[in-house]
């Protein structure tokens, strides 16, 4: 594709206009709540085995893992947008595919940490065209979990032709799992309060994860978890 052709395509945030007002969906869910409802868990459904806490962490650190960890030396081939040592926050070693939380604790240190996330991930939707997105490629692992999150993107993801045995993914479709992740852990903060006996704030898109037949989308009775 010639570059005056790409260089006349939209830019790919017109396809995402939900990264200007996502973190904002995640703070009205979850500020103002205590400790002992950010940290509630249960075994009683599997949605419930991670906090409110550990789900924001998780969405803050959702893009950055993957726009840096996964896309850097396509995306920030001149500059990083954090520093390695940063970075290692973002995506801690001791906590699974969460924020450090030595680092990131209080619920305003981790809507920062979101917020300097969704940052980064908007400076990509203004400088990369949908076209040129389309050309972008990384590859992943095939697993059960993911073939089950594939049936809700219409494109963008498809079998590596030579072998099969990895998955292609272009930027489009990554920008489209990033918002899916939100949208499905934010629908699982807002199970957590319901089972508590606490009233949702914000009506979330027909999209998700959680959309997917066959996934765990069931909500729980007004204060079943008391």
């Known amino acids: 594709m010639s570059q005056s052709k ?3 395509s939209p830019q790919l945030r017109t396809m995402f206009p939900d990264y200007w007002r996502i973190n904002s969906l995640v703070r009205a ?3 103002e709540l ?3 409802i950010l940290d509630w868990t249960s075994d009683r459904w599997g949605w419930s085995g991670w906090s409110i806490r550990q789900q924001t962490s998780h969405m803050a650190s959702v893009p950055v893992r ?10 920030f081939s001149d500059k990083l947008p954090m520093s390695p040592t940063r970075y ?5 070693k001791q906590h699974d595919r969460r924020l450090d939380d030595q680092v990131f604790w209080r619920i305003e240190e981790i809507l920062s940490a979101l917020d300097e996330a969704i940052c980064i991930s908007k400076r990509v939707l203004i400088n990369t065209t949908i076209q040129k997105a389309r050309t972008m490629v990384v590859y992943r692992a095939p697993s059960d979990q993911w073939n089950l999150m594939r049936t809700v993107h219409p494109d963008g993801i498809s079998p590596d032709p030579k072998t099969g045995a990895m998955i292609r993914m272009d930027l489009v479709a990554t ?9 499905t852990h934010i629908f699982n903060v807002q199970r957590a309060k319901i089972a508590l006996g606490i009233e949702r704030i914000v009506k979330l898109p027909d999209a998700g994860y959680h959309k997917a037949i066959g996934w765990d989308s069931k909500m729980p009775a007004w204060n079943e978890a008391r």
């Open 6 to 8: 790409m260089a006349s």
């Open 88 to 92: 290692a926050i973002f995506d801690s």
């Open 175 to 183: 920008f489209r799992h990033i918002q899916n992740e939100f949208y």
């Open 34 to 36: 205590d400790d002992s």
């Open 66 to 75: 993957w726009l840096i960890g996964k896309w850097a030396d396509q995306l």
């Open 29 to 31: 869910e979850v500020s």
